[in-house]
């Protein structure tokens, strides 16, 4: 646990790159307020994003939607990740949610279109990469299915950014309970036609075989802690509760490390290529389109 989270080992190629000049990665979070994504937010990065003096937006008034951004630096065996953490607040909270993605959509192009100027611009340095590269996805355990809103929501953003669905809060779910509603939401994410973010094959044996292993399990269902507790001697991320400990990283609880090491470890480079050559790419095509009509 201490201070590992993974991206250091990135494949060789991209590691040296990151050595080199940093790693820009930009991850957004949205979904209903109060499902636990400031909370997964601190557990991935094993660092508080959101502090006392810095609380995240749940804690703060949310009359309306309003997008908070976060930068950390985190460092791992010579490797610095630049990461931008965007967070949502509090969507579902209003009568009518009508518009709620808005912001949200709003929010992903304007970073297109400022990427878009910069890159018109002549200029010898290489560009910063401010885009939005990956979003979680926040799905509320009902054990009933994606919500309309979920559905509008996933469906305004699929063509501007990856989504990568999580199913919230798995340890209020039973084992089948989980397994069920995993199946009903992969179901309704087909017949809605929402893309969601497909990991890629890769080459390296064991990644391959995580990679085969998360796909069987989508959409992973997560869940955070802030406390540290002591099990058998090991200090462990978890919940507590009074019949025992729901183990953030073990991956008997919930697929949190899957998530980890998909996000951080085999795909971060792919979450940002296919940024770039499929929805930057859209956008740009779009805007010129645009001009030439
Ligand atoms: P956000 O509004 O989506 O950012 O949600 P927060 O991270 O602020 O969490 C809202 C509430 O849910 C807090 O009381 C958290 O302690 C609790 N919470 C966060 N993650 C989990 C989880 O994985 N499982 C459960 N049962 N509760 C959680
Ligand atoms: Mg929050």
């Given at each position: 646990l201490e201070g590992y989270v993974g991206f250091a080992n990135v494949p060789n190629q991209v590691y040296r790159k990151a050595v080199k000049h940093g790693f820009e990665f930009s991850l957004m979070v949205v979904g209903e307020?109060?499902?636990g994504k400031s909370t997964l937010l601190n557990s991935l990065f094993?660092?508080?994003?959101?502090?006392?003096?810095?609380?995240?937006?749940?804690?703060?008034?949310?009359?309306t939607v309003q997008i908070q951004q976060t930068r950390v630096l985190l460092r791992e065996g010579g490797v610095h990740l630049l990461l931008t953490v965007i967070d949502t607040p509090g969507?579902?909270?209003?009568?009518?949610?009508?518009?709620?993605?808005k912001p949200v959509v709003e929010f992903v192009e304007s970073r297109f279109e400022e990427h878009l100027n910069a890159e018109s611009r002549v200029n010898r340095r290489p560009l910063r990469d401010t885009r939005v590269h990956c979003c979680l996805y926040f799905l509320a355990p009902?054990?009933?299915?994606?919500?309309a809103i979920d559905i509008e929501f996933m469906k305004q953003l699929h063509e501007r950014v990856n989504i990568i669905p999580l199913v919230a809060k798995?340890?209020?779910?039973t084992v089948e309970e989980c397994r069920q509603f995993k199946k009903q939401v992969l179901k309704d994410i087909q017949e809605n036609e929402i893309h969601i973010y497909d990991f890629p094959e890769v080459d390296n044996e064991e990644d391959s075989k995580q990679t085969k292993k998360a796909r069987a399990s989508m959409p992973l269902a997560v869940m955070g802690s802030n406390v540290l507790v002591d099990s058998n001697g090991r200090k462990v991320r978890a919940r507590v509760y009074p019949w025992g400990l729901a183990e953030v990283e073990n991956s008997e609880h919930c697929d949190f490390s899957v998530l980890r090491d998909l996000l951080l470890r085999c795909h971060l480079q792919d979450l940002k290529d296919v940024t770039n050559t499929v929805h930057y790419e859209n956008f740009r095509a779009q805007c010129l389109a645009g001009l030439a009509g």
């Open positions: 307020s109060g499902l094993l660092t508080d994003v959101y502090s006392a003096e810095y609380p995240g937006p749940s804690l703060r008034s949310k009359k969507f579902g909270d209003a009568i009518n949610n009508a518009d709620c993605w009902t054990g009933h299915g994606l919500k798995a340890d209020t779910m």
